[in-house]
């Protein structure tokens, strides 16, 4: 099992920045993949953004440029700093791990005001 624990949600406004934390905890597999993803109200959860245990990384193409997600391998930490905020990117952010089974974390809240 592996335990996730995000932090860094909280409300912004437009065109500030925000760093979402997230330590994993438990059994981690050294071959894994952690990311983040976000959902609105009334609409679907979706992928904002992942990266490997080797560094590779993936992003969705209406935060890329403004979001960048990082790890510290050691703390078994990923990051996701986000820049220029918008309004639409208002969302629960869930973390993830991502070994044989696929874990999540129970969300943070952004809010993004214009």
Do not use: H
Not at 6 to 13: A, N, W
């Amino acid at each position: 099992q592996v335990q996730l624990v995000e932090s860094g949600g909280g409300l912004v406004q437009a065109g500030r920045s925000l760093r979402l934390s997230c330590a994993a905890s438990g059994s981690i597999f050294s071959l894994n993949v952690m990311g983040w993803y976000r959902q609105a109200p009334g609409k679907q959860r979706e992928l904002v953004a992942t990266i490997s245990s080797r560094g590779s990384t993936n992003y969705a193409s209406s935060v890329r440029g403004r979001f960048t997600i990082s790890r510290d391998s050691s703390k078994n930490t990923v990051y996701l700093q986000m820049n220029s905020l918008k309004p639409e990117d208002t969302a629960v952010y869930f973390c993830t791990y991502t070994d044989f089974d696929t874990y999540w974390g129970q969300g943070t809240q952004v809010t993004v005001s214009s």
